[in-house]
């Protein structure tokens, strides 16, 4: 091995060292914002959960950085260049061979490790970063824990816990009807605080939890004093004639208290639950809703929705094909499973499944974000039905008049002119995030899941045949046996997606 290889070797480890230190240092850098009050990530996560993903990325950057210098702009040049003339001690020569060889290769990995420790939104590299905590639910789970606790309602609560906080009360500034008032009210508020307190007091007895305990971020000390003088506060209030001015302060004394609450407790059931199960059932004890964002193996109804537009595709145009040449115009037959029946497969996907997979992407993001707990979120199904039109309407725009007409394209204009085609991924956009929170129980019978599939398969399937039949109606005598092939082949499509629409969520049953 030559002394410029084992330099360059050397130079190499040093630098990959570095990326992975500095990723190391900014995996932990992020900061999540719970309520008004921003902490470390690690304190949202299990710690396993945690390390696998701090792993996971910092092997990831320094991969990069090993491929950036060694192969893509490898530093070797640069390296023997400056070696063979500190040999010789010709130090003109070593700026007379700086070129765009040995030049570009330095900046390329300086600026690799700049975008590693660079904290902006617009990082490419700290994007990357924050899909990893995502991906390992860092801090995805806090946040949606947060949520629920912050807008739980106490009368859910079983009478013996609420019997134990008045018990454990300094002062006596609790009453057994607290917990079933308004929500806006002081009372309902501090008896709010009392639960969350009381349930982070069992924590605090327990010493894997005390590195949470004291880290200053999640506020202990400041909850303590806050929660003791509150009881006072709240005695006092209780006892004197309604005052406007006293009631609205110290009702915005007790929203920061409960945001303190739950922040700190999002963080100890998070990282103290053995599963989400588990997660979910202290949620749930402590009245908050746990209808769950999060649905399992999001993965696979992606791949099932493809299939079934896949089958739908065949099935349906290989079933309308033989209609059409047994009974309709058996003088003009069509061919069956041909090359059109592919491209009508990937022309589907894309106007079907490409916005049914962004009504998973919103769903994750609106409802890791939402605060106001519902059954029903109709504004949402909206939102996804106009979603779906525009990302359908659009991919059928360019498809086509790309396809058979982009020497003269016009992207409004073809967006108006094909609108039509937008009609039911509309509607199934909407279907599908209103059925997401329809979730079927494990325990259903298998007999009553194929009956419900087999109505919904009917219902859009004639939904699908009124829609295709309004679209397809300025098409010429010549092309009626397009025009009976598209509603034949839309009809299986469009139900089989219906039908299709079945989900399971991680909530938990009552």
Known sequence: MTVELLINFAVQFLGTGAAFFLAYRSFQKRRIQLGAEPTLPQYFSRRSAYWIGIASYCLLMAALY????????????????????????????????????????????????????????????????????????????????????????????????KAQIANRLLVSSIDPGDFEKSSATVEYKWAHNCLLFDQIHDYANQSSF?????????????????????????????????????????????????????????????????????????????????????????????????????????????????????????????????????????????????????????????????????????????????????VSTSTSALILELTYYKDHFRFLESFIEHMRWGILPALMCGFVAYRMDTPVSESEALGKLIMAAVLRFIGWGLVAVIIMLYATGDMTIQEANLRFTLVGTAFFVVGLLGASASFKTARLED
């Open 66 to 161: 090993w491929l950036l210098t060694w192969q893509w702009l490898p530093l070797e040049p640069l390296v023997t260049l400056i070696v063979e003339n500190l040999r010789s001690g010709e130090w003109v020569n070593l700026l007379n061979g700086l070129d765009g060889n040995t030049i570009i290769p330095l900046i390329g990995a300086g600026l690799f490790l700049f975008f590693i420790a660079w904290e902006s939104r617009f990082n490419p590299l700290l994007i990357l970063r924050d899909s990893i905590h995502d991906a390992f639910a860092i801090p995805t789970k806090a946040v949606e824990v947060y949520n629920a606790l912050i807008t739980s309602r106490l009368s859910a609560v079983d009478d013996t816990l």
């Open 210 to 390: 005390r590195r949470l305990f004291n880290e200053p971020s999640l506020k202990w000390g400041e909850i303590c004093i806050s929660y003791n003088a509150m009881s006072e506060k709240v005695a006092v209030w209780k006892e004197a004639e309604p005052h406007y001015t006293k009631t609205v302060k110290l009702l915005k004394e007790l929203d920061h208290l409960t945001g303190l609450l739950c922040r700190l407790l999002a963080s100890l059931v998070v990282f103290g639950s053995a599963s989400e199960n588990e997660i979910w059932a202290t949620v749930k004890q402590l009245g908050g809703n746990v209808h769950e964002a999060r649905l399992k193996h999001t993965y696979k109804y992606i791949l099932l929705f493809t299939a079934a537009t896949a089958i739908g595709i065949m099935l349906g145009r290989e079933i309308s094909v033989s209609l059409h040449n047994a009974f309709l115009f058996p003088d003009q037959p069509l061919a069956h499973f041909d090359y059109t029946t592919l491209r009508w497969v990937a022309y589907a996907i894309l106007i079907y499944v490409l916005p049914i997979a962004l009504v998973f992407v919103s769903r994750t993001l609106a409802f890791r974000h939402q605060r106001e707990q519902s059954d029903r979120y109709y504004g949402f199904y909206m939102a996804m039905m106009i979603m779906g039109f525009i």
